[in-house]
């Protein structure tokens, strides 16, 4: 273990000294915190507020998308505002395994290039660690009119089924079989189809998009997601030549062409999530925080809650001030498909809600258990009972800093949130899986004026 951190500090020294060592020695440092690394812990001093300006980054949820769609053509795109998380280089090293490549111009610019992507299988081995490597299934039984993908490693919030997926894809003519946990699809052509979503589902609507733009004729995708992300995906389809209308409604019509490619460019969408946790983390810590690279409307259904609770929101164009107050009021919140308030914004904002002056609630709309953040802010001194799909969140006057976990990622944010809100010192392990989602995010913090350092043990 000694061995293991020296390692890891030579890496990042050598990262600091010479920039021009970035892409081998950021891989490396990447690469043992996505494999090896579960060591590091981050440690807060709380009770400053944070001031100043950040930038979004990328959407994780577009990004892990785009990429796999970017299978569909046999040639390369270049993609733009890519974040620089551990989802996205799971998710490269899974790619590259299926034989196309995928290149860092700098940080955040990628190329794409499936031109020798020769296989259609991706094994457990390859997907354990990534949950949206079912975003392979659509797009390479596009391109081979075949796909065998594992199912997954562990869920961080209860079962997370495919029904929906699959019965699109076999309305699409594919055959699948599920055998020794691999999804195996197959088809002598695809061709468009009527598909009603029984549930409305991102995965479900992003992945049979993936798989009708190669399909002979039209499908028509109803009660489908309205996710700003499965408009990006659209749109990134759409610049490779695909067909694609209505996304950001609930019906989406793919007319499928015979052929994809070109010259394709995408910049992916800022992260709506992203931004959202700043929001609340500024309002948490009494702050002043001004966001840029945010599209406002992505966060209506936020905005709108924090102004519930006192928090004073000013919106420009592309950036959101968010100025907390001392009084925070209670709140009631369902979690819905957008443009409803999102889930996965469901764990920071209870943080928020813990030091409001009444009893707010939590409705959790999508995921069947996403609570398993309150027994860690119970040790901060947070009063929250869980009633089935509901949190019921009675405000206390502080919280203090406790060591606690990351039980995932969502739940990792509103962590930090709490750490940076609590009276004295958090240690918060776990970290891994705020890593998955969130690029750069305790130097972000750090630049805000935040108490927060990531420590290896
Ligand atoms: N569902 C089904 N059958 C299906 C698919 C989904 O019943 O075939 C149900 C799920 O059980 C859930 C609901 O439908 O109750 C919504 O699931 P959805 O398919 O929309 O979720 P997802 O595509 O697996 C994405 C995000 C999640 C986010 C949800 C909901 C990605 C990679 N993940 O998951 O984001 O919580 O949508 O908005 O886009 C995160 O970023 O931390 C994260 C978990």
């Known amino acids: 273990m000694f061995y293991k951190k020296c390692f890891i500090l030579a890496l990042q020294y050598i990262k600091w000294y010479n920039y021009s060592w970035f892409s081998v020695t950021n891989r490396c440092v990447n690469d043992m915190k996505d494999g090896v690394l579960s060591l590091e812990k981050f440690v807060i001093n709380g009770k400053k507020p944070l001031l100043g300006e950040i930038y979004i980054s990328g959407a994780?949820?577009?990004?892990?998308?785009?990429?796999?769609?970017?299978?569909?053509?046999?040639?390369?795109?270049?993609?733009?505002?890519?974040?620089?998380?551990?989802?996205?280089?799971?998710?490269?090293?899974?790619?590259?395994?299926?034989?196309?490549?995928m290149e860092y111009i700098d940080k955040n610019t990628i190329i794409v290039n499936s031109h020798n992507l020769n296989s259609y299988k991706a094994t457990y081995e390859m997907v354990r660690q990534m949950r949206a490597s079912s975003y392979l299934l659509g797009a390479l039984l596009g391109r081979f009119k075949r796909a065998e993908v594992a199912f997954p490693g562990g869920c961080d919030f209860g079962f997370r089924p495919i029904d929906q997926h699959i019965k699109g894809f076999?309305?699409?003519?594919?055959?699948?079989?599920?055998?020794?946990?691999?999804?195996?699809?197959?088809?002598?052509?695809?061709?468009?189809?009527?598909?009603?979503?029984?549930?409305?589902?991102?995965?479900?609507?992003?992945?049979?998009?993936?798989?009708?733009?190669?399909?002979?004729?039209?499908?028509?995708?109803e009660n489908a997601a309205k996710e700003p992300h499965v408009v990006d995906v659209a749109n990134f389809l759409n610049a490779m030549g695909a067909n694609i209308k209505g996304a950001g409604t609930d019906i989406i019509k793919i007319k499928g062409v015979d052929v994809l490619g070109g010259q394709v460019a995408?910049?992916?969408?800022?992260?709506?999530?992203?931004?959202?946790?700043?929001?609340?983390?500024?309002?948490?810590?009494?702050?002043?925080?001004?966001?840029?690279?945010?599209?406002p409307k992505h966060m209506e259904s936020l905005s709108a809650k924090l102004i519930e609770m006192n928090v004073n929101v000013i919106e420009g164009e592309d950036w959101i001030r968010v100025v907390g107050r001392d009084e925070i009021c209670k709140a009631n919140i369902k979690t819905l498909a957008y443009p409803g308030f999102p889930t996965d914004l469901h764990p920071p904002t209870a943080v928020i809600l813990c030091m409001a002056n009444g009893t707010s609630t939590i409705t959790e709309g999508i995921w069947d258990s996403r609570f398993q953040y309150v027994d860690e802010l119970k040790r901060m001194g947070a009063r929250i009972k869980v009633e089935g799909r509901i949190a019921v969140i009675e405000g206390v006057s502080r919280l203090t800093g406790a060591p606690i976990k990351a039980t995932d990622l969502r739940?990792?944010?509103?962590?930090?949130?709490?750490?940076?809100?609590?009276?004295?010192?958090?240690?918060?392990?776990?970290?891994?899986?705020?890593?998955?989602g969130y690029e750069d995010?305790?130097?972000?913090?750090?630049?805000?004026?935040?108490d927060i350092k990531r420590v290896i043990e």
């Open 60 to 101: 994780k949820n577009a990004a892990v998308a785009v990429i796999p769609a970017a299978l569909l053509i046999d040639g390369a795109c270049r993609i733009e505002n890519v974040p620089d998380i551990s989802d996205v280089r799971i998710l490269r090293d899974v790619i590259r395994q299926l034989g196309a490549e």
């Open 170 to 221: 076999e309305a699409m003519g594919a055959k699948v079989e599920i055998e020794h946990g691999v999804v195996k699809l197959s088809a002598d052509k695809l061709v468009g189809s009527q598909i009603y979503l029984d549930v409305v589902s991102v995965g479900a609507t992003i992945n049979l998009m993936l798989a009708a733009v190669r399909a002979e004729g039209t499908t028509v995708i």
């Open 266 to 295: 995408h910049s992916i969408i800022p992260d709506q999530i992203e931004a959202g946790t700043f929001m609340i983390a500024a309002a948490a810590t009494k702050g002043d925080v001004t966001i840029r690279n945010v599209i």
């Open 411 to 436: 739940a990792g944010a509103a962590m930090v949130i709490a750490g940076l809100a609590a009276e004295g010192t958090t240690e918060i392990y776990d970290i891994k899986y705020i890593d998955r």
């Open 441 to 450: 995010f305790e130097q972000k913090l750090r630049n805000l004026g935040a």
